[in-house]
C-alpha cells in the first residue's frame, strides 16, 4: 500500500495540473495569427472553419506577440545586444500595430450529458472571443490576471470541426517608455504588470506583453462543474520536523455549478491518505454553491516544512462531485502540503517574525520579478529556478508587485522544494505615487488612485487568490511594493475578500510597512542595491526585516558572451574621479559598477579577466550579506529579502544565475552563507560564530580554525569542541591578533570547520584575505596549484566529482566546475552543483556532485578552471 502511495504522488508530481482524468486538454499548437491591420474581417466571420487563414503566419500560444514575432524572425532577439532598441515600441506605432488576430482549429463533439468549457487562464490586455462564427463573451473580457471560462457546449459543430478566433487589444494606455521606473507611469493605470515599460533593471518590452500569455484548455464535464477547491490545513501547537506528530485538521470546500435548468443531487467527496469524506448536496437549477465538506483529522501527519528546516510532504488528493447515478461529474486532483503559517511580533527587533507549524523560521529570501520578461514560462524552468533557490539554502521567495500574481508551476516548484512564497498585489511606489518623480505623466494624487477601473482590480484579485490560495508555499499576502493599494481596494481586500477566500496567511499592507518591520532609521525601509564594504553587513543596522537589500551580479565571461557582442566585450574601466568607462551595451544592459573592488586583486587586464575577479566580488558580497543579517538573528532582525536573485532578462546586476540559467559565483556565496549550520568569521570584531537554523541541537562539534599562508603552510589557530541549540546564533573564539600577524604581508586563507565525531565536515567556510594594505597580493603571486580530478557518473544524471590538492602545493584556489557538451565544449544547462566556485588546502580533496538532464543528442564532460587552476576537462568514467 505504501508503494502505491509513493507510486500515485510521483504520476501526479509528472502530470499538469490541467489534467483532471483526461478531460481535459491544452491548446497549445496550431495556432495562427494575423495583425488587425491587415485583417479587415469580423470575428464572426474569422471564426468559421471555412474561413482562409491561407496568409496567416504561425503563432505562440500562450505566448505574446512579440514572442509570435520572434518565432516568425520578424524581429531580432530583443534580450541580444541592443537589439531591443531596432523592435518599434508600442507609443510610437501606436495600439493597432500590437494588436493580433489569434485562430486555432480544433476537433470536439461533445457527448450526450456532457458540458464543454472553454478556459483562459491569462490574456493581456482585453479581447473578444468567436467560436464558429458566433461571439463567445457576452461581456468585455478585459483586465492581465483573470481567468475566464465558457460554456461552449451549443456552440460546437455537429461534424466536429471548430475554430476559435481572438482579437487580442493591447493595455491602454500602453505607458512612455521614457527612461523611469516603469516609464511614464501610465502603464499602471490598468490591471496588468508594469515593468514593461522599463525599469532600473530591464529595457521596455516592446509589444508590453500583448497576447494570449497563459494557457488555453478545453475542459469536459458533467452537469454539474466543481471549480476552486479550497483546502486549509491546521497544525496546532508547537511541532518538531522529525517523529511521530500529533493529529492535524484539513478543511475542504469547493465551488459547484449546475449548469442545468433542473435541481441536481449528489455526492462530493474527497479522498486523502487513504481516507474518504463525503457530503450529500441537492444544488438549485443554474446556480453556483459553495460547498463545505466535514473536517477530517489526519493522525499522525506528515508535514510540510520550509526548506532546510524539514520535508516537504505532499498528499495527494482528489475531490469530485458524483451524480445521483454515482457517475463522476467532475474532479479536481492537488498536491496538499499539511502545515499552518503564523506570525508574531518580536519586540526585541521590533519586526514580525513568521512560523511554520508553531517553530519560528529565520526568513533567509528572494526578491522574483518573473521567470522570463516576455511570459515564456514552461514548468521546466519554473522547476530550474527554484531548484536554484533551494540550493542556495533559501527559504522564501518574494514575488515583487510590478509584475505578475504567479502561475501555479512557479507554486508547485515553490511546494516541492520547499520556498515559502510572499506575493505582492499589482502596485509599485514607483508607479503609484508615493514620491515626486519628474519622469512621470501625472501627479503623485492621479498616481495614488491607478488603476483606473477599482472595480476589475478586485475581481482580479479574487479570481487570483482563488487559483493559488491551495498551495503550501504561500505563506504571506502583500498589498503592494513599497506603497499601499488605494483604500477603497484595499480595505477590501485586507477585511473582507482575503478574510472570507483564505483567512490562514499573514497580510502586509505594503513590501516595508512598519507592520512588517519598524523601519525606525527612517526612508523607504529597503536597500542598499550595490557593492557594500563586507564589514558593514556585518556592523551597521538597517531594517528589521528588509524587504530589498542586495549587492552586483555579473556573470563570467561565457556568459557574457551570451548576450554581448563580440566588438562590446570591453571591462569597465573604474576611475576615482567618479568618470568610469562603461561600454554602452553593458549600459543598456543595466550594469552596476563594480568600481574599486576589482582593483585589489589587481587591475583587470581585459575583460575575461574582470568577469573572473568579479565573481571573487560576488561571493563575498552575498556571503557576507546573509552571514552578517544571520550574525543578528533574533536581535537586530527577522530576516532578510535580497534584490535580487534573478533576471527575466540579459541584465547585468543582481542576479545569481543568468537568464540562461548558468550559475554564477553568487550562487555559491549564498550557498555557503546560508546554510543551515553554519560557522563563520566576523570581520569587525575578529570572532569566529556559529548559526544554527535549524530544529536540531548540536552537541559534540569539534570547531577547527586554520590558516594558510600563500605557499600552503598550514597555522591551526584552535579546535575545540562545541554544541549549539536550535535556531541560534553564537559567538566563540575571537582570532584577530593571530589573524593581524599571519596576513600582515601578503594576505591568506582562513579555514573554518565544524566537524562530526568522525571527523567529517558539517560546515567548511574558507576566506580568502587581504594583507595590511587592504590587496590581495599574495593571490596576484599564487603559484599554480596542478589538481587530480576525477569524475564518474554515479546514476543517471549524476556524476561524482573529486577533486585532490596533492600536498606540498598552495591551495587550489576558487575553483569553477563545468557541465560541457565533449565536442564543443560548451556548457550545459540548467545544471545543479553540490558546490562550486571551491578552494582546496594542500594534501585535502572534496566531492562534488552534479546532476543534469541526460539527453541523447550530448555526451558530458567535466570542465574545472580555477584562479590558479589551469583548465583542464575530464571524461566521466561510466562504470
Given at each position: 500500500?505504501?508503494?502505491?502511495?509513493?507510486?500515485l504522488?510521483?504520476?501526479?508530481?509528472?502530470?499538469?495540473?490541467?489534467?483532471?482524468?483526461?478531460?481535459q486538454?491544452?491548446?497549445?499548437?496550431?495556432?495562427?495569427?494575423?495583425?488587425?491591420?491587415?485583417?479587415?474581417?469580423a470575428?464572426?466571420?474569422?471564426?468559421v472553419?471555412?474561413?482562409?487563414?491561407?496568409?496567416?503566419?504561425?503563432?505562440?500560444?500562450?505566448?505574446?506577440?512579440?514572442?509570435?514575432?520572434l518565432?516568425?524572425?520578424?524581429?531580432?532577439?530583443?534580450f541580444?545586444?541592443?537589439n531591443?532598441?531596432?523592435?518599434?515600441d508600442?507609443?510610437?506605432t501606436?495600439?493597432?500595430?500590437?494588436?493580433?488576430?489569434?485562430?486555432?482549429?480544433?476537433?470536439?463533439v461533445?457527448?450526450?450529458?456532457?458540458?464543454?468549457?472553454?478556459?483562459?487562464?491569462?490574456?493581456?490586455?482585453?479581447?473578444?472571443v468567436?467560436?464558429?462564427?458566433?461571439?463567445?463573451?457576452?461581456?468585455?473580457?478585459?483586465?492581465m490576471?483573470l481567468?475566464?471560462?465558457?460554456?461552449?457546449?451549443s456552440?460546437?459543430?455537429?461534424?466536429?470541426?471548430?475554430?476559435?478566433?481572438?482579437?487580442?487589444?493591447?493595455?491602454?494606455?500602453?505607458?512612455?517608455?521614457?527612461?523611469?521606473?516603469?516609464?511614464?507611469?501610465?502603464?499602471?493605470?490598468?490591471?496588468?504588470?508594469?515593468y514593461?515599460?522599463?525599469?532600473?533593471?530591464?529595457?521596455?518590452?516592446?509589444?508590453?506583453?500583448?497576447?494570449?500569455?497563459d494557457k488555453?484548455?478545453?475542459?469536459?464535464?458533467?452537469?454539474?462543474?466543481?471549480?476552486?477547491?479550497?483546502v486549509?490545513?491546521?497544525?496546532p501547537?508547537?511541532r518538531?520536523?522529525d517523529?511521530?506528530?500529533?493529529?492535524?485538521?484539513?478543511?475542504?470546500?469547493?465551488?459547484?455549478?449546475?449548469?442545468?435548468?433542473?435541481?441536481?443531487?449528489?455526492?462530493?467527496?474527497?479522498?486523502?491518505?487513504?481516507?474518504?469524506?463525503?457530503?450529500?448536496?441537492?444544488?438549485?437549477?443554474?446556480t453556483?454553491?459553495?460547498?463545505?465538506?466535514?473536517a477530517l483529522?489526519?493522525?499522525?501527519?506528515?508535514?510540510?516544512?520550509?526548506?532546510?528546516?524539514?520535508e516537504?510532504?505532499?498528499?495527494?488528493?482528489?475531490?469530485?462531485?458524483?451524480?445521483?447515478?454515482?457517475?463522476?461529474?467532475?474532479?479536481?486532483?492537488?498536491?496538499?502540503?499539511?502545515?499552518?503559517?503564523?506570525?508574531?511580533?518580536?519586540?526585541t527587533?521590533?519586526?514580525?517574525?513568521?512560523?511554520?507549524?508553531?517553530?519560528?523560521?529565520?526568513?533567509?529570501?528572494?526578491?522574483?520579478?518573473?521567470?522570463?520578461?516576455?511570459l515564456r514560462?514552461?514548468?521546466?524552468?519554473?522547476?530550474a529556478e527554484?531548484?536554484?533557490?533551494?540550493d542556495?539554502?533559501l527559504?522564501?521567495?518574494?514575488?515583487?508587485?510590478?509584475?505578475?500574481?504567479?502561475?501555479?508551476?512557479?507554486?508547485q516548484?515553490?511546494?516541492?522544494?520547499?520556498?515559502?512564497?510572499?506575493?505582492?498585489?499589482?502596485g509599485?511606489?514607483d508607479?503609484?505615487?508615493?514620491w515626486?518623480?519628474?519622469?512621470?505623466?501625472?501627479?503623485?494624487?492621479?498616481?495614488?488612485?491607478?488603476?483606473?477601473?477599482?472595480?476589475?482590480?478586485?475581481t482580479?484579485?479574487?479570481?487570483?487568490?482563488?487559483?493559488?490560495?491551495n498551495?503550501?508555499?504561500?505563506?504571506?499576502?502583500?498589498?503592494?511594493?513599497?506603497?499601499?493599494?488605494?483604500?477603497?481596494?484595499?480595505?477590501?481586500?485586507?477585511?473582507?475578500?482575503?478574510?472570507?477566500?483564505?483567512?490562514?496567511?499573514?497580510?502586509?499592507?505594503?513590501s516595508?510597512?512598519?507592520?512588517?518591520?519598524f523601519?525606525?532609521?527612517g526612508?523607504?525601509?529597503d536597500?542598499?542595491?550595490?557593492?557594500q564594504?563586507?564589514?558593514?553587513f556585518?556592523?551597521?543596522?538597517?531594517?528589521?526585516?528588509?524587504?530589498?537589500?542586495?549587492?552586483?551580479g555579473?556573470g563570467?565571461?561565457?556568459?557574457?558572451?551570451?548576450f554581448?557582442?563580440?566588438?562590446n566585450?570591453?571591462?569597465?574601466?573604474?576611475?576615482?574621479?567618479?568618470?568610469s568607462?562603461?561600454?554602452?551595451?553593458?549600459?543598456?544592459?543595466?550594469?552596476?559598477?563594480?568600481?574599486?573592488?576589482?582593483?585589489?586583486?589587481?587591475?583587470?587586464?581585459?575583460?575575461?579577466?574582470?568577469?573572473?575577479?568579479?565573481?571573487?566580488?560576488?561571493?563575498?558580497?552575498?556571503?557576507?550579506?546573509?552571514?552578517g543579517?544571520?550574525s543578528?538573528?533574533?536581535d537586530?532582525?527577522?530576516?532578510?529579502?535580497?534584490?535580487?536573485?534573478?533576471?527575466p532578462?540579459?541584465?547585468?546586476?543582481?542576479?545569481?544565475?543568468?537568464?540562461?540559467?548558468?550559475?554564477?559565483?553568487?550562487?555559491?556565496?549564498?550557498?555557503?552563507?546560508s546554510?543551515?549550520?553554519h560557522?563563520?568569521?566576523?570581520p569587525v570584531?575578529?570572532?569566529?560564530?556559529?548559526?544554527?537554523?535549524?530544529?536540531?541541537?548540536?552537541?559534540?562539534?569539534?570547531m577547527?580554525?586554520?590558516?594558510?599562508?600563500?605557499a600552503?603552510?598550514?597555522?591551526?589557530?584552535?579546535q575545540?569542541?562545541?554544541?549549539?541549540?536550535?535556531?541560534?546564533?553564537?559567538?566563540?573564539?575571537?582570532?584577530?591578533?593571530?589573524?593581524?600577524?599571519?596576513?600582515?604581508?601578503?594576505?591568506?586563507?582562513?579555514?573554518?570547520?565544524?566537524?562530526?565525531l568522525?571527523?567529517?565536515?558539517?560546515?567548511e567556510?574558507?576566506?580568502?584575505?587581504?594583507?595590511?594594505?587592504g590587496?590581495y597580493?599574495?593571490?596576484?603571486?599564487?603559484a599554480?596549484?596542478?589538481?587530480q580530478?576525477?569524475?564518474?557518473?554515479?546514476?543517471?544524471?549524476?556524476?561524482?566529482?573529486?577533486?585532490?590538492?596533492?600536498?606540498?602545493?598552495?591551495?587550489?584556489?576558487?575553483?569553477?566546475?563545468?557541465l560541457?557538451?565533449?565536442?564543443?565544449?560548451t556548457?550545459?544547462?540548467?545544471?545543479?552543483?553540490?558546490?562550486?566556485?571551491i578552494?582546496?588546502?594542500?594534501?585535502?580533496?572534496?566531492?562534488?556532485?552534479?546532476?543534469?538532464t541526460?539527453?541523447t543528442?550530448?555526451?558530458?564532460?567535466?570542465?574545472?578552471?580555477?584562479?590558479?587552476?589551469?583548465?583542464?576537462?575530464?571524461?566521466?568514467?561510466?562504470?
Open positions: 500500500m505504501k508503494f502505491l502511495n509513493y507510486l504522488i510521483a504520476l501526479l508530481l509528472t502530470i499538469p495540473f490541467w489534467t483532471k482524468a483526461q478531460r486538454y491544452e491548446l497549445n499548437t496550431g495556432w495562427q495569427c494575423s495583425p488587425i491591420t491587415k485583417t479587415k474581417d470575428g464572426l466571420a474569422i471564426s472553419p471555412t474561413y482562409s487563414l491561407s496568409s496567416w503566419l504561425p503563432a505562440v500560444v500562450p505566448g505574446t506577440v512579440l514572442t509570435t514575432m518565432a516568425n524572425k520578424q524581429v531580432p532577439d530583443p541580444y545586444g541592443m531591443n532598441n531596432k523592435i518599434p508600442i507609443y510610437t501606436g495600439r493597432d500595430y500590437y494588436t493580433y488576430w489569434f485562430a486555432k482549429d480544433f476537433q470536439e461533445p457527448k450526450a450529458g456532457e458540458q464543454v468549457w472553454l478556459n483562459f487562464r491569462g490574456i493581456n490586455y482585453s479581447c473578444d468567436f467560436l464558429n462564427g458566433q461571439q463567445v463573451n457576452k461581456r468585455p473580457f478585459v483586465g490576471f481567468r475566464q471560462s465558457f460554456n461552449i457546449t456552440l460546437l459543430r455537429k461534424d466536429g470541426k471548430n475554430r476559435l478566433a481572438v482579437i487580442v487589444h493591447p493595455p491602454d494606455p500602453v505607458g512612455n517608455p521614457n527612461g523611469g521606473q516603469g516609464g511614464d507611469g501610465t502603464i499602471a493605470k490598468n490591471v496588468a504588470h508594469q514593461v515599460a522599463g525599469w532600473d533593471w530591464i529595457q521596455p518590452i516592446r509589444d508590453r506583453n500583448t497576447g494570449i500569455w488555453v484548455t478545453i475542459e469536459k464535464t458533467g452537469t454539474v462543474n466543481l471549480k476552486n477547491p479550497h486549509v490545513t491546521i497544525v501547537g508547537k518538531l520536523s517523529g511521530l506528530q500529533q493529529p492535524a485538521t484539513v478543511r475542504v470546500s469547493a465551488e459547484l455549478e449546475n449548469t442545468s435548468a433542473t435541481r441536481q443531487t449528489g455526492v462530493v467527496r474527497y479522498t486523502l491518505n487513504g481516507q474518504i469524506v463525503t457530503k450529500a448536496v441537492s444544488l438549485a437549477p443554474n453556483t454553491t459553495i460547498v463545505d465538506l466535514p483529522t489526519l493522525a499522525k501527519p506528515k508535514l510540510w516544512w520550509p526548506a532546510g528546516y524539514g516537504q510532504h505532499l498528499y495527494p488528493m482528489n475531490i469530485q462531485f458524483l451524480a445521483g447515478d454515482k457517475a463522476v461529474s467532475d474532479e479536481e486532483n492537488l498536491l496538499v502540503g499539511v502545515r499552518e503559517i503564523q506570525t508574531e511580533w518580536n519586540s527587533t521590533r519586526s514580525r517574525q513568521i512560523l511554520v507549524n508553531g517553530q519560528k523560521v529565520f526568513i533567509k529570501g528572494a526578491n522574483w520579478i518573473v521567470s522570463d520578461a516576455m514560462f514552461t514548468p521546466e524552468r519554473y522547476n527554484i531548484r536554484f533557490h533551494r542556495m539554502n527559504n522564501l521567495i518574494r514575488i515583487w508587485g510590478g509584475a505578475l500574481s504567479e502561475r501555479p508551476e512557479f507554486y516548484a515553490c511546494d516541492k522544494y520547499g520556498l515559502l512564497v510572499m506575493q505582492d498585489f499589482w509599485s511606489g508607479c503609484n505615487g508615493r515626486v518623480d519628474p519622469m512621470k505623466k501625472e501627479d503623485q494624487w492621479t498616481r495614488r488612485n491607478y488603476p483606473d477601473d477599482h472595480g476589475l482590480f478586485l482580479s484579485a479574487i479570481d487570483q487568490i482563488k487559483m493559488i490560495r498551495y503550501a508555499s504561500l505563506a504571506i499576502w502583500c498589498g503592494g511594493n513599497e506603497i499601499t493599494l488605494p483604500q477603497d481596494i484595499m480595505t477590501p481586500l485586507r477585511d473582507s475578500i482575503l478574510t472570507k477566500l483564505d483567512g490562514t496567511r499573514w497580510f502586509i499592507d505594503y516595508n510597512s512598519d507592520e512588517m518591520s523601519n525606525f532609521l526612508g523607504n525601509g536597500g542598499p542595491y550595490g557593492i564594504p563586507i564589514s558593514q556585518w556592523s551597521h543596522r538597517t531594517w528589521p526585516f528588509n524587504s530589498e537589500v542586495g549587492s552586483v555579473v563570467d565571461y561565457t556568459s557574457l558572451e551570451r554581448i557582442p563580440r566588438e566585450l570591453v571591462a569597465p574601466i573604474y576611475a576615482k574621479n567618479g568618470k568607462q562603461v561600454d554602452s551595451v553593458w549600459d543598456y544592459h543595466k550594469y552596476i559598477g563594480y568600481d574599486a573592488s576589482i582593483d585589489p586583486y589587481g587591475k583587470a587586464t581585459d575583460v575575461r579577466d574582470f568577469a573572473r575577479k568579479a565573481q571573487l566580488v560576488n561571493y563575498d558580497q552575498y556571503r557576507a550579506l546573509m552571514e543579517f544571520s543578528h538573528m533574533w537586530w532582525y527577522t530576516g532578510t529579502i535580497i534584490w535580487k536573485t534573478q533576471n532578462w540579459t541584465a547585468l546586476r543582481g542576479q545569481m544565475y543568468d537568464y540562461y540559467l548558468d550559475p554564477n559565483a553568487c550562487l555559491y556565496g549564498l550557498h555557503n552563507g546554510e543551515p549550520l560557522i563563520m568569521y566576523n570584531d575578529s570572532m569566529v560564530m556559529v548559526v544554527n537554523n535549524t530544529f536540531r541541537y548540536y552537541r559534540d562539534m569539534m577547527v580554525i586554520k590558516v594558510y599562508d600563500m600552503g603552510k598550514e597555522t591551526t589557530l584552535t575545540v569542541f562545541s554544541e549549539i541549540g536550535s535556531t541560534l546564533v553564537r559567538p566563540y573564539v575571537p582570532i584577530g591578533r593571530s589573524l593581524q600577524a599571519l596576513t600582515k604581508d601578503k594576505g591568506a586563507f582562513l579555514m573554518l570547520q565544524l566537524l562530526d568522525n571527523k567529517k565536515p558539517i560546515s567556510n574558507m576566506y580568502w584575505l587581504p594583507d595590511e594594505k590587496t597580493s599574495g593571490l596576484q603571486q599564487l599554480k596549484a596542478p589538481v580530478v576525477k569524475a564518474r557518473l554515479v546514476a543517471s544524471g549524476k556524476i561524482d566529482v573529486t577533486l585532490t590538492n596533492p600536498a606540498g602545493n598552495p591551495v587550489a584556489f576558487f575553483n569553477r566546475l563545468s560541457v557538451d565533449a565536442t564543443t565544449k556548457r550545459l544547462l540548467p545544471v545543479f552543483y553540490s558546490d562550486n566556485y578552494s582546496i588546502p594542500p594534501g585535502q580533496q572534496k566531492s562534488i556532485l552534479i546532476e543534469f541526460p539527453t543528442t550530448n555526451t558530458p564532460m567535466v570542465s574545472v578552471e580555477g584562479w590558479n587552476v589551469t583548465e583542464q576537462y575530464i571524461p566521466i568514467a561510466i562504470p
